[in-house]
């Protein structure tokens, strides 16, 4: 029987006795005729589990995965190693199961994890207030310019052009619907133009995002960046990468009003894009205009601690039309892998891994520069990720393999985003790409622009 | 009586602290030791420099972010732990209305954890990421045979992204005939995302009543559509369970003054190959793979919530999308298109949440075109089955149905005469449901229904849970007679017992003190 349901013939027609209809079709006769499906879906049968299973294994070896070979690729998503026990944790029924918590009585294990999670939010970026988490990283910048302008008033949005390509056209979709007009801000030397930046931003202007590290790897320095945007009765929105957040300056710290990115780094698996989460957090101030889920700390009848869904009145099911955000499923499980995996890392463990990033990053940028025809896009300080200039080859041509059948280098070509850079590439170290794996791809690019 | 149900603990209504209760909620961050720690990272393996001789000094964290310092052992068993402090599907019935609490299928799980899709880069160049990119397309085509329209983008990230593409699409499409109407109609049984929605996208809300049908109310729909109107964003079935006959002319009427179709998916489980909302003259559809195809819902996420649309509407669906040509020696090829030059643009990063893609594309496969059916018909039987249980006995005295007739895969409930005639209010009677091993419906919800509890069975549930769902809420109902103070005080058994949310709310606690 297909579909997982237990129902035998038995079963369905003593339902049927009990409702007083002799067939379920009696139930659908209040589909009016001219709407009802008259044949059955093309689609094929239903398979059994092993031959499932054998369809969609034969579809994932159609993919070169980072499993069988190093990939340099990053551009906000990265290869980092996540830990055995974040599969145990997040396998368990209680976890992988439950709807979102609308009785906090039998789900204050999720609760708990959300209010955990907020505590290593607001650790990590130093801003008190944090959410239980968004959808995504770029879809986060939307969020944090609908609380912008409803914070100021205001309804222009400047942003960096270090910051992700995809959450400038993610912000570019919705300002169409927010009504508000975006204005983005160049680059010189791989940081973004102070000049261009004070010059952008104007009575009108709501929020000024920045991105530490940028897009093309740069560390900014956010804070005096920052004062441009405090200076015009702006908010500083500040998407970062949290895995870096061991060893840069966090956003709190400089400024920010916000401090959003995509959370993929911690605990979540690539996926080809998703299911990661995003994270959202700012001031005090700004609490009660907080987009998504956030779990608050209270006690029961007999006065035991407890947690439940608060500040709810923000919220779309409460709120409808005036909500401060549309966001009803979002992603509590994969919050719970970002949560475990810090708890894995620990205090130090988070230090050492934003070290190690910095020291192999500089290594590596190093290594491919002493390659012909290759330089550093920029010379800013890097963190995690890099950009290498091919002078004389193509990047195409660079990363097509050489025989032209295999697969392509794994490195981001930042063409197709920064026409102004088509001469160049992206390079993102993580605790999986070790000094040989480096040298491995040095000696590939070695070979391509000989 | 199902025996997983601790038939004890429903007798307790004293203060006696169950084991659970006495173990306090400590958090990870309370249990960190100096010194303690779990991870071991790999050697760098590069000269060790000094830091600041890489990044200025000035830009550099001085104080390590307050993570907890714990050992692998104490992560594992704090998780645990808290775990058990959740009820979840797996354990026990979980008639949540709109919500579509079915079985997760474990093998869903399995061949998305595959490293083929799970360690597969989201920049990954097309050539090396064409199982992903077959996947995508063919549960495209599935969702656009399902939905009736020809066209699918799967990128938002669940349905409340998926309504506002779609309003921004209906934005899109109006502006290219030049026209830049301004009302978006919504029925007032909608779901919350929906007036939340079409206020992101810049529009105003304009709310449709119901008939006493549970419909559409026409005479203020007419009343309604003129040619500002935008878009009507409408379920069928509603959110009162019922299928609302009147579709056809509602369509003709909102294309008739040249606005959208707007059809949120949420209760696509009712409909499978029984009818379309393509056919129905919907325009844009959302589909949440999270409640229809299967995803966990993982405690409140991932989902995601493809939009099915028609032709009139695909020049603007959000880029990339998936696309199919002819490759080497006539076999398919697959790649992202990127030109679209009248998309509305991206929702999020890269191609949409691929891990939730794979899953439901599994449960697409197990089911079957025969299967899919089966699982709508199946689930509206069971609906109407435990709505004619609770019409018997007490539960048809105190909780009547908002609207008789036959319901599709949900019924609504009224607490009212309950609230009346014993004192115990939906919300009670949703606690003391937890001391008896059930999570409750949703509740007051819609809100046009007085004490409303919106009750959706699904499928995969046996007859015999759905009736001791029965039997325990007239088991309440009959104690509540006697004592209504036993309901008004539950639950009791539960790792906490009821929670002040407004203390919560006034004082805001929302993270681990330093």
């Known amino acids: ?450 | 009586m199902n025996p997983e149900v601790d038939t004890a603990a429903r007798d307790r209504t004293g203060p006696d602290e169950t084991p659970q209760q006495a173990d306090r909620a400590v958090t990870i961050f309370e249990k960190s030791v100096p010194g303690r720690r779990a991870c071991q990272l790999p050697g760098s393996g590069v000269e060790e420099v000094p830091l600041a001789d890489l990044i200025p000094s000035h830009l550099l964290r001085e104080e390590p972010a307050g993570l907890p310092e714990v050992s692998e052992p104490e992560i594992i068993r704090h998780y645990n732990r808290l775990s058990r402090r959740n009820f979840d599907l797996d354990t026990g019935f979980y008639p949540l209305g709109s919500c579509t609490m079915k079985y997760n299928p474990r093998l869903n799980e399995r061949v998305a954890a595959l490293p083929g899709h799970a360690r597969l880069h989201p920049a990954t160049a097309p050539g090396d990421a064409q199982g992903a990119l077959e996947l995508m397309y063919l549960l495209q085509e599935a969702l656009s045979e399902i939905c009736g329209l020809p066209h699918v983008s799967l990128q938002p990230s669940a349905g409340s992204q998926g309504e506002l593409a779609g309003l921004l699409l209906a934005r899109a499409c109006h502006a290219d005939q030049g026209r830049n109407p301004g009302k978006v109609l919504i029925p007032d049984t909608s779901h919350g995302t929906n007036p939340a929605s079409v206020s992101m996208a810049g529009y105003e809300v304009v709310k449709v009543a119901t008939d006493g049908q549970g419909g559409v109310d026409m005479e203020d729909l007419r009343a309604k559509v003129d040619e500002d109107v935008a878009c009507l964003m409408l379920t069928n079935p509603n959110t009162l369970g019922v299928f609302d006959r009147n579709i056809t002319e509602i369509a003709s009427l909102v294309h008739e003054a040249g606005g959208l179709l707007y059809y949120d998916g949420a209760n696509l489980n009712a409909i499978m190959g029984q009818c379309r909302p393509g056919d129905m003259g919907f325009d844009i559809v959302h589909v949440n793979l999270h409640k229809s195809f299967s995803q966990p819902h993982g405690g409140g996420g991932p989902g995601a919530g493809p939009i099915a649309v028609s032709d009139r509407v695909e020049p603007y669906i959000p880029r990339p999308q998936v696309v199919k040509s002819e490759g080497e020696a006539g076999r398919p090829a697959y790649d992202l298109d990127f030109d679209r030059p009248k998309s509305i643009g991206r929702l999020r990063g890269f191609q949409g949440n691929f891990g939730v893609f794979v899953r439901s594309y599994a449960y697409i496969l197990s089911l079957g075109a025969d299967g899919l059916a089966e699982a709508s018909r199946t689930a509206v039987l069971h609906a109407n089955y435990l709505k004619s249980r609770l019409a018997q006995g007490r539960a048809g005295q105190y909780l009547p149905v908002a609207f008789e007739r036959h319901c599709m895969h949900e019924f609504v409930l009224s607490g009212a005469p309950m609230k009346r005639e014993l004192g115990i209010r939906t919300l009670d009677l949703a606690k003391r449901l937890l001391d008896f091993g059930f999570h409750p419906p949703t509740v007051y919800f819609p809100l046009l229904v007085d004490e409303a509890l919106m009750v959706e069975p699904v499928e995969t549930e046996a007859k015999e849970h759905l009736d001791d769902f029965a039997e325990a809420i007239e088991s309440i109902l009959e104690e509540a007679e006697q004592d209504p103070g036993i309901a008004s005080e539950a639950p009791y058994t539960t790792p906490v017992r009821r929670l002040d949310e407004v203390g919560a709310t006034r004082r805001p606690v929302i993270r681990q003190p330093d």
Request: one cysteine or more; aromatic letters at 6%; hydrophobic letters at 40%.
């Open chain 1, 1 to 450: 029987m297909a579909g997982y349901t237990p129902t035998t013939p038995a079963d369905r027609d003593r339902m049927l006795e009990t409702i007083g209809v002799d067939s379920i079709d009696e139930l659908f006769a209040q589909i009016p005729e001219e709407v009802r499906f008259d044949r059955e879906l093309d689609l094929e049968d239903g398979l059994s589990e092993p031959e499932v299973h054998e369809r969609l294994a034969a579809m994932a070896a159609a993919n070169r995965s980072t499993e069988q070979a190093p990939s340099f690729l990053g551009a906000g998503m990265y290869d980092h190693y996540v830990p055995a026990i974040v599969d145990a944790i997040t396998q368990r029924s209680e976890f992988l199961t439950p709807y979102t918590p609308y009785q906090p009585e039998v789900s204050q294990g999720g609760l708990q994890v959300m209010f955990e999670f907020q505590t290593a939010m607001s650790e990590l970026t130093g801003l008190p207030v944090s959410n239980a988490g968004l959808y995504e990283g770029p879809s986060a910048a939307a969020s944090a310019a609908y609380l912008a302008m409803a914070a100021t008033g205001r309804t222009g949005l400047v942003a960096s052009r270090g910051v992700h390509p995809h959450s400038r056209e993610t912000l570019a979709t919705h300002a169409g619907g927010f009504g508000a007009g975006l204005t983005e801000v160049g680059l010189v030397d791989g940081l973004t133009d102070p000049g261009e930046l004070e010059a952008a931003i104007d009575e009108q202007t709501a929020v000024v995002f920045l991105q530490n590290p940028n897009f093309l790897g740069s560390v900014e320095d956010i804070a005096a960046l920052g004062e441009l945007a405090s200076a015009r009765g702006a908010l500083l929105a500040v998407a970062v990468d949290p895995m870096t957040l061991g060893v840069l300056k966090p956003p709190g710290e400089c400024g920010a009003d916000i401090a959003f990115g995509e959370g993929q780094p911690l605990g979540n698996r690539l996926d080809f894009g998703g299911p990661s989460f995003g994270f959202f957090c700012a001031r005090e101030e700004n609490i009660r205009r907080m987009p998504g889920r956030i779990a608050g700390e209270t006690t029961d009848l007999d006065g035991r601690r407890g947690f439940v869904l608060t500040l709810q009145t923000r919220e779309q099911h409460i709120r409808r039309e005036k909500a401060t955000s549309n966001i009803c499923t979002a992603q509590a499980l994969n919050a719970l892998a970002a949560l475990v995996h810090l708890s894995w890392l620990g205090r130090e463990g988070f230090v050492e891994m934003g070290a190690l990033l910095a020291r192999r990053t500089a290594f590596a940028r190093e290594r491919l520069s002493s390659i012909e025809g290759l330089e550093p896009l920029h010379e800013a300080p890097v963190v995690r990720e890099f950009a290498m200039r091919s002078a004389g080859t193509p990047v195409a041509s660079l990363l097509a393999c050489p025989s032209g059948t295999g697969p392509s280098l794994p490195v981001y070509p930042l063409g197709r985003d920064y026409p102004e850079f088509a001469d160049s590439f992206l390079v993102a170290i993580t605790e999986q790409r070790s000094r040989d794996d480096i040298e491995w791809l040095a000696a590939m690019l070695e070979g391509a622009s000989a």
